[in-house]
């Protein structure tokens, strides 16, 4: 697909996750600056299973919206695509539709035409036995071998998508795309790929715009523009005041990844080791050497979720120095006395249900790898219980009640009141969940897992 | 005279989720002098980052980085993301115990 006479193509990435927002001169100046497509991640696991186990958005509809208007106003104005990846945090077939949903509300009241393509990645269980049975998924470290009941266990699965059936959905005429799980880099390298740009510098560009302003001086202030050639790339930001530097972009590669060098994709491997980051001037940098190994095996990685049950929290607090200055102390009675409690009152044993007492204000975070012992001003005292259903998670929680209110320090002859943030003491969390997947399947091709449907242009 | 840690040696200590199943840490170290503390192997190895979180040495993974005075170390985490004894999601308050380390006087 790489072509000798091909011309650069310039990215305009707004920011790191569509809905976070970004300044309106951030498009202006990356249109005026020649972008050819603009390209912005919808998604991500970093913020836990929830997301894709529930398959609801992070983002607030409202957030996503105004961005979008920005967006496709910028797009449709410039005759320029716009790609958006990972659509509604999950890439589930609930987030892409949600997303086309804003999308398709939007170009109405813009009165705007614009063809629209939805990539689904929804994987369901069954049609992933035929591969799992053929040996064609794989086990990505940490985790081990895949068996079929975990499949099926999931509530959600998605594959991650690389670039192509973005670029197939573009070579098809669409003017936006909505992609659903896709890798970080895929939406921003997609259209230069398509453009005849060659793999090494287009993904080593995809991968540093990926969190939109985290590889400059200043990473609050809104996006980042990327121009890709032959040779390497060249990058800037879109805030006048911000600045690319060598190690600002360099350093971008270390960003979220287990190693800074080699990064997996479904058709190859990023291989950054000889990259050079040069500074043009005060505020851009030319990035050359970056290489891409195309794979023997096309792979495309899952990800899945299941639930591991219903959270019930109560949270409470001390502020007593006489309890504070032993709360190791009053935390071990706690556990015998409320572990008692829930068998006294419930009937259930330890298998039955689980949880977690959590003394923020004193080791909560790091628990036994916190390397300070000071003690607390004052601590806060998480409860969180996980039982089989909501109501037992609240039974239990409940029962913990007046030990929340009044457990005393172990030499204390007197019952203290602790003191609740609010009432009702307890909150239930609904479903709990776990990431189970991080295995590969060998592709039969790129494409063979996605379903593209591409709307007809709305009509102004 | 107080102790040095590496934390007081560098610009920026910083750990985040690197997907659901590895944390990884990076050390920006102020100058090449405190790069080469931080990346002397015989002070700070898998062993040392594998007492600080408890995790298997064999599966720790340091890179040390001269053109950027960076040290960067990932290890698969010990407790899932999200479930209930993850008390760090995005594992963003990790570094302190690194941070926190004692260099060789």
């Known amino acids: 697909m790489t072509s000798e006479n091909a011309d650069p193509v310039s990215i305009l990435v707004p920011s790191g996750?569509?809905?976070?927002?970004?300044?309106?001169?951030?498009?202006?100046?990356?249109?005026?600056?020649?972008?050819?497509?603009?390209?912005?991640?919808?998604?991500?696991?970093?913020?836990?299973?929830?997301?894709?186990?529930?398959?609801?958005?992070?983002?607030?509809?409202?957030?996503?919206?105004?961005?979008?208007?920005?967006?496709?106003?910028?797009?449709?104005?410039?005759?320029?695509?716009?790609?958006?990846?990972?659509?509604?945090?999950?890439?589930?077939?609930?987030?892409?539709?949600w997303v086309a949903e804003i999308v398709a509300g939007l170009l109405a009241e813009e009165g705007l035409s614009m063809k629209v393509a939805r990539i689904y990645s929804e994987q369901r269980a069954a049609d992933l036995k035929e591969p799992l049975e053929a040996g064609r998924i794989h086990p990505l470290p940490p985790l081990g071998d895949l068996d079929?009941?975990?499949?099926?266990?999931?509530t959600h699965i998605v594959a991650m998508m690389g670039h192509e059936p973005i670029a197939e959905a573009l070579s098809a005429g669409a003017q936006v795309v909505l992609a659903g799980r896709a890798t970080d880099t895929a939406n921003a390298a997609a259209y230069a790929l398509l453009k005849g740009m060659p793999a090494g510098p287009t993904w080593h560009a995809a991968k540093?715009?990926?969190?939109?302003?985290?590889?400059?001086?200043?990473?609050?202030?809104?996006?980042?523009?990327?121009?890709?050639?032959?040779?390497?790339?060249?990058?800037?930001?879109?805030?006048?005041?911000?600045?690319?530097?060598?190690?600002?972009?360099?350093?971008?590669?270390?960003?979220e990844t287990a190693n800074p060098y080699l990064m997996r994709e479904p058709d190859g491997t990023l291989d950054v080791r000889d990259a050079v980051y040069t500074a043009l001037d005060e505020r851009r940098v030319r990035v050359e050497g970056?290489?891409?190994?195309?794979?023997?095996?096309?792979?495309?990685?899952?990800?899945?979720?299941?639930?591991?049950?219903?959270?019930?929290?109560?949270?409470?607090?001390?502020?007593?120095?006489l309890i504070l200055k032993d709360i190791e102390g009053w935390a071990s009675l706690m556990h015998v006395v409320f572990t008692q409690r829930v068998e006294q009152t419930l009937g259930l044993t330890m298998e039955e249900y689980d949880y977690d007492l959590r003394l923020y204000g004193y080791n909560a975070v790091l628990s036994e790898l916190d390397p300070s012992t000071d003690p607390p001003r004052e601590v806060g005292v998480m409860l969180l219980v996980r039982a089989t259903d909501q109501a037992l998670a609240t039974a239990v929680a409940k029962v913990a009640n007046p030990l929340m209110?009044?457990?005393?320090?172990?030499?204390?002859?007197?019952?203290?009141?602790?003191?609740?943030?609010?009432?009702?003491?307890?909150?239930?969390?609904?479903?709990?969940?776990?990431?189970?997947l991080n295995h590969a399947v060998d592709s039969l091709t790129p494409t063979a897992m996605f379903r593209t449907e591409m709307g007809e242009m709305h009509d102004a | 005279m107080p102790e040095t840690t590496l934390g007081d040696l560098a610009t920026e200590v910083r750990s985040k989720n690197a997907g659901p199943f590895w944390?990884?840490?990076?050390?920006?170290?102020?100058?090449?002098?405190?790069?080469?503390?931080?990346?002397?192997?015989?002070?700070?190895?898998?062993?040392?980052?594998?007492?600080?979180?408890?995790?298997?040495?064999?599966?720790?993974?340091?890179?040390?980085?001269?053109?950027?005075?960076?040290?960067?170390?990932?290890?698969?985490?010990?407790?899932?993301?999200?479930?209930?004894?993850?008390?760090?999601?995005?594992?963003?308050?990790?570094?302190?115990?690194l941070a926190q380390l004692v260099v060789p006087s």
């Open chain 1, 290 to 321: 970056s290489r891409f190994h195309h794979a023997e095996q096309h792979t495309i990685k899952l990800e899945g979720a299941r639930i591991t049950g219903y959270e019930t929290m109560s949270f409470s607090a001390i502020r007593d120095p």
């Open chain 1, 405 to 436: 209110l009044h457990l005393p320090a172990q030499d204390m002859d007197y019952l203290p009141s602790l003191a609740f943030p609010g009432s009702p003491a307890e909150v239930e969390r609904g479903a709990a969940y776990e990431f189970v």
């Open chain 2, 23 to 97: 944390i990884t840490m990076e050390l920006f170290m102020r100058d090449a002098e405190g790069y080469r503390i931080a990346a002397d192997e015989t002070f700070l190895d898998e062993d040392v980052v594998a007492g600080l979180y408890r995790v298997d040495p064999g599966s720790v993974q340091i890179f040390r980085i001269p053109s950027l005075n960076v040290v960067k170390i990932s290890y698969p985490r010990a407790v899932s993301q999200g479930s209930l004894r993850d008390r760090d999601t995005h594992a963003g308050q990790h570094h302190v115990p």
């Open chain 1, 17 to 97: 996750m569509l809905g976070a927002g970004f300044p309106e001169e951030t498009i202006t100046r990356g249109i005026a600056l020649g972008a050819d497509v603009i390209a912005v991640d919808g998604g991500s696991t970093d913020s836990g299973p929830y997301y894709l186990g529930a398959s609801k958005p992070k983002t607030t509809a409202a957030a996503v919206a105004r961005d979008l208007r920005l967006l496709l106003r910028a797009a449709a104005g410039a005759g320029i695509p716009l790609i958006v990846g990972s659509c509604g945090t999950s890439g589930t077939d609930d987030g892409v539709d």
């Open chain 1, 148 to 154: 079929g009941a975990t499949l099926e266990d999931c």
């Open chain 1, 208 to 255: 540093i715009v990926e969190c939109g302003g985290q590889c400059t001086t200043n990473p609050r202030m809104g996006g980042v523009f990327a121009t890709i050639d032959r040779a390497g790339f060249t990058i800037e930001p879109l805030d006048e005041s911000a600045a690319c530097t060598p190690i600002s972009v360099a350093a971008h590669m270390l960003y």
